[in-house]
């Protein structure tokens, strides 16, 4: 958000309990456009796999683990294929 031309958007990396059962064990990302206040509210609907859940041939970030949910989030993209 500090980047020049960037500051109205937000990547937000996050995992859940859902990960490697129900979706990709890496984690989901969201991005965010704003302009964004003090407080910004998440829509896990439009949560979304890495490339790296599709094609083991791309390297992805790895949520921070303050990006941790200790809950199961049952919404967005779910697991793309059987492990």
Known sequence: MT????????FVPFTDLTNGAETYGGGRYLDLTGPL????????NRA???YC???HRYSCPIPPQENHLELPVR????RF???
């Open 48 to 50: 979304y796999n890495p």
């Open 37 to 44: 206040g003090p407080t910004v509210i998440l829509d896990f």
């Open 3 to 10: 980047k020049p031309g960037f500051e109205h958007y937000l």
């Open 53 to 55: 859940a599709y094609n």
């Open 75 to 78: 919404a967005g993209v779910q």
């Open 81 to 83: 294929h059987d492990p």
